[in-house]
């Protein structure tokens, strides 16, 4: 049986194989009278631990052996041949995470209030999920079994919490002793077997900036190309943050911390041909400084760590201002999610609607967080001028995390309720990352649905490429 990352985490031991949730209909998987609920437990004699085991041992392979548990306790062996390249058309269970047993100083499910989503209280640290969803590990607590998985299946890039190279620092943030916190000879075995590492840390006034994080950015930029990036974001603390031992996160703080970066980045530019370490986009705004250029991000290898999100999104702008100005077709780039894998990504039913406001103007309001929304206000008000629509842009206190959190993706239904009066127009739109990407539910475990009800005018979820594409519509 696969070895638990973090055993004293576990709460129940998991049935061997990987579960069949759907069929595609005509599919070879029917044929084989495959069915919903089966659980798939070796092919070719090679036990299956999860979809991922599947997708790896089925690579390329004409003829299979499949050992199959049903539902009804039977177990079949089942040989098939197939085309190569040819779909089986099964869909799988998804990943139960493996759990984190350190106690990070800084971890953001200590800030959230008892009547958040369960989901929010779950931390991960899962070495799969890190190559499928870009989900941050600190590897403190992986096994030989895991290790040995990365490398045997290519699960690269991995994306690593680091904070420090200091090992002191390191296990101080951790919350753990320093052999455990200590990585060294991991992180030298994974980049010794051609594992990519994208690195994070999570800057905490007092603790890992300053020269700590000069050592710690320098120390991993000696490990380029393997270790690709790094990425510099701030600790954020809510109201329910009262450990003393962490300071919030200031403008003066954030204008040194760039100035002491910017310095590292032209010497890796220098040296290596790009940024390398990266700042998160909070960090400029709380700064009251410009996000870099286009060019300063390359291909925006962190992106979905709120690294080059506003850039990217300005851009995306500038180009749809451009076409809607000149009338010809200028194509919208948005930075594609260079963090989810391929084989993370399944189909879903999406619970986003068509707006179809009176076709003569445009007339709602886009909520957003208060960092955000200055902005998204210049953008919407250059749009405005241009297309004659009459969209306003409203910044939404966080009023249920409270404390420093300002970002969009972390307001919640009550959040919302608070402005409804101040909503202008025939519709309103909120950002779509508030909720839960597989059920229609809010931070704060509001149903979607709920929310609906409560507004006077129709609401639509949107992220800020939809909401670009949704205007392009109606730009013609």
């Given at each position: ?102 106690e ?25 999920l890190?190559f ?41 943030l ?28 999570v ?61 590292l ?76 894998h ?13 707006i ?39 910044a ?74 949704a ?6």
């Open positions: 049986m696969y070895e638990f990352a973090v055993t004293p985490a576990v709460t129940q031991l998991r049935r061997a194989g990987v579960i069949i949730t759907e069929i595609t209909p005509e599919s070879l998987a029917e044929e084989l009278g495959l069915e919903s609920g089966d659980r798939i437990v070796k092919v070719n004699g090679r036990s299956v631990r999860d979809y991922l085991d599947f997708r790896f041992q089925t690579a390329g392979e004409t003829e299979l052996d499949f050992l199959v548990k049903k539902q009804n306790g039977e177990t079949w062996e089942v040989e098939l041949e197939r085309e190569e390249g040819e779909d089986f058309g099964l869909m799988f269970e998804q990943i139960v995470p493996r759990q984190c047993a350190n990070c100083l800084f971890c953001f499910c200590k800030g959230n209030p008892e009547t958040a989503r369960p989901s929010l209280f779950v931390r991960d640290e899962d070495i799969r890190s499928l969803y870009g989900n941050y590990t600190t590897l403190s607590s992986i096994t030989p079994d895991e290790m040995k998985r990365i490398v045997e299946q290519r699960l690269s890039p991995q994306y690593v919490s680091v904070h420090a190279t200091d090992l002191k620092t390191r296990a101080f951790l919350g753990v002793d320093e052999s455990r916190a200590d990585i060294s000879d991991k992180l030298e075995f994974l980049l010794n077997n051609d594992i990519e590492i994208h690195a994070q840390i800057l905490c006034p007092g603790i890992n900036d300053g020269a700590q994080l000069e050592k710690t950015l320098r120390d991993l930029a000696a490990h380029f190309p393997k270790v690709v990036s790094a990425a510099i974001v701030p600790v954020a603390l809510t109201r329910y943050n009262t450990d003393e031992r962490l300071t919030r996160v200031t403008p003066e703080f954030c204008r040194r911390t760039i100035k002491q970066v910017e310095k980045q032209k010497e890796f530019r220098k040296n290596f041909g790009v940024t390398f370490a990266f700042l998160g986009d909070e960090i400029y705004l709380k700064a009251g400084m410009e996000v870099p250029s286009r060019r300063h991000y390359g291909n925006y290898p962190q992106i979905e760590d709120g690294v080059g999100m506003i850039r990217s999104f300005l851009n995306s702008f500038e180009n749809l201002l451009k076409k809607t100005e000149t009338r010809s077709p200028v194509s919208v780039q948005i930075a594609p999610n260079v963090r989810t391929e084989l993370a990504l399944t189909p879903r039913k999406s619970t986003i609607e068509t179809n406001p009176p076709s003569q103007s445009l007339n709602g309001t886009i909520l957003t967080g208060e960092m955000f929304a200055p902005i998204l206000r210049a953008q919407i008000e250059k749009i405005n001028f241009l297309l004659g629509s009459n969209l306003s842009v409203l939404v206190p966080n009023t249920y995390f409270g404390g420093d959190v300002s970002v969009a993706g972390l307001l919640t239904g009550q959040d919302y309720l608070a402005v409804k009066n101040k909503i202008k127009g025939d519709f309103a739109i909120i950002p779509k990352h508030t909720i839960k990407s597989d059920e229609p539910i809010l931070l704060d475990g509001m149903p979607f649905d709920q929310l609906k009800d409560e507004f006077d005018v129709p609401i639509y979820e949107m992220d800020t490429q939809d909401l670009i594409a205007l392009e519509r109606r730009a013609f």
